[in-house]
Each structure stands twice: as structure tokens, then as C-alpha cells.
């Protein structure tokens, strides 16, 4: 079965440095989405992806990110300058069109660490 | 998209069904009842949907009232890897696709 793929799995970084998170969304998917889990606390929405532009981002989702799809296949969430509060989980998703069966695949996420 | 109201946490015993209720009084006609489980940190998981009508697929079993302003899902015969949190979201098919999760129901199945 296809499945959403997220690299790395953990990522440790220091206040103030930039990060890559990368996810290989299914195939033949169209809409792409992070999400992020503070330890403890519920998944959030962070920004939604479609023809190559963001269609819908949150509050959260503010300069420091951006999300770029560079080669057809990957995508991925930039932070810019990571804060400590970035310490998260990042779940990458995907689904193909807007009707009702099309459902959303997560990644296994990549847990992110900013001492 | 419409409020949902779901118990913090319950139990079952392994083998029996579990019922998680989901209360989402403010639905309106367009907006799909979506069930997701989340286990341990992992990527949120689909379960099941549905409008109106009573579904069931290979997981689970989603009982929505006829007036739709609650929905149970059942997962027939709990087994330990059941044990998650179960996400009740309710949402228009046709927006753009964004999830807003609640706190939702941590189920522990127990032996």
C-alpha cells in the first residue's frame, strides 16, 4: 500500500538555525499538508498545499516557515530561524482530490527538537 | 466547521466492542462526520466518514443519528493495538481539506 514518507525521523538543532523537514507524499496525490503536535497538546494545521502554491496556512505559519515542492515529488517545510517553542512533532499529508472518499494519509512524522 | 464534543478517555476490554460517542450538535447538511485514530505519536490515521447513512468497512462501524447531531463509532472486537486516540471531526468535503483536531477520546483496551 502506498504510504507518506517523512526524513528525517528525529532532527535535533540549535535556537536561531534553519531546518529542512522533508516528506514524499503519495504519488499521484495532489494536496499536500503539515501538521504539528507540541508534546501533549492536539495536532495542529500549518499550512495546505495545492498547484504549487499554499492554498490555506494557519496563524502559527508565519515568516519563519515555507513550504516548497522543488522536484515533483518531494515537499517540504522550511523553518527559518527555529525558535525553542518549534519543539514538535511535524506530520507531513496527502490525498488526491476534494471528494468525500478522498481521504488524507499521514506520514510517521518527524520529531523536532530545537535546544 | 461544526464543534465536537468527545469524552476524554475510555476503556474497554479486549475482545468486546468499544463505542466512542461524538456529540456534534451544530452540524450543518454539507459537513461528513470523519473519524481518525492517532496512536502513540504516529501520523493520524483515517477510520471511516460518512453524511447520514450508517457506515462500516473493514475497521469499524460509524452510527450517525437521524437528526446528525451524533455519531458513534464502534470497533467491533478491541484488540490491545486499538488502544489510541480517536479523533471525531467534523468538516465540509469540499473545502480546501485542512483537519482541525480536537482533544479527542484516548481509548485504552485492556486485557
Known amino acids: 500500500e502506498p504510504e507518506v514518507t517523512q526524513t528525517p525521523s528525529h532532527q535535533v538543532t540549535q535556537m536561531g538555525q534553519e531546518v529542512i523537514l522533508r516528506c514524499v507524499p503519495i504519488?499521484?496525490?495532489?494536496?499536500f499538508y503539515w501538521y504539528r503536535q507540541i508534546l501533549g497538546q492536539k495536532v495542529e494545521f500549518l499550512v495546505s498545499?495545492?498547484?504549487?502554491?499554499?492554498?490555506?496556512k494557519s496563524e502559527i505559519f508565519d515568516d519563519q516557515f515555507s513550504v516548497e515542492r522543488p522536484d515533483g515529488s518531494n515537499f517540504t517545510l522550511k523553518i527559518r530561524s527555529t525558535k525553542l517553542e518549534d519543539s514538535a512533532m511535524y506530520f507531513c499529508a496527502s490525498k488526491y482530490g476534494t471528494s468525500p472518499q478522498e481521504t488524507q494519509y499521514f506520514g510517521p512524522g518527524t520529531r523536532l527538537l530545537v535546544l | 466547521d461544526a464543534k465536537t464534543t468527545q469524552p476524554p478517555s475510555m476503556d474497554c476490554a479486549e475482545g468486546r466492542a468499544a463505542n466512542l460517542p461524538c456529540n456534534h450538535s451544530?452540524?450543518?447538511?454539507?459537513?461528513?462526520v470523519y473519524w481518525y485514530r492517532q496512536i502513540h505519536s504516529q501520523g493520524p490515521q483515517y477510520i471511516i466518514h460518512g453524511l447520514k447513512n450508517n457506515e462500516t468497512n473493514e475497521m469499524a462501524s460509524l452510527i450517525i443519528t437521524e437528526d446528525r447531531k451524533s455519531s458513534t463509532l464502534i470497533l467491533p472486537h478491541a484488540t490491545l493495538r486499538d488502544t489510541a486516540v480517536y479523533y471525531c471531526i467534523v468538516r465540509v468535503y469540499n473545502q480546501g481539506g485542512k483537519l482541525i483536531f480536537g482533544q479527542g477520546t484516548e481509548l485504552s483496551v485492556k486485557p
Open positions: 504519488s499521484n496525490h495532489l494536496y
Open positions: 451544530t452540524i450543518s447538511g454539507n459537513e461528513y
Open positions: 498545499f495545492y498547484n504549487n502554491e499554499i492554498s490555506e
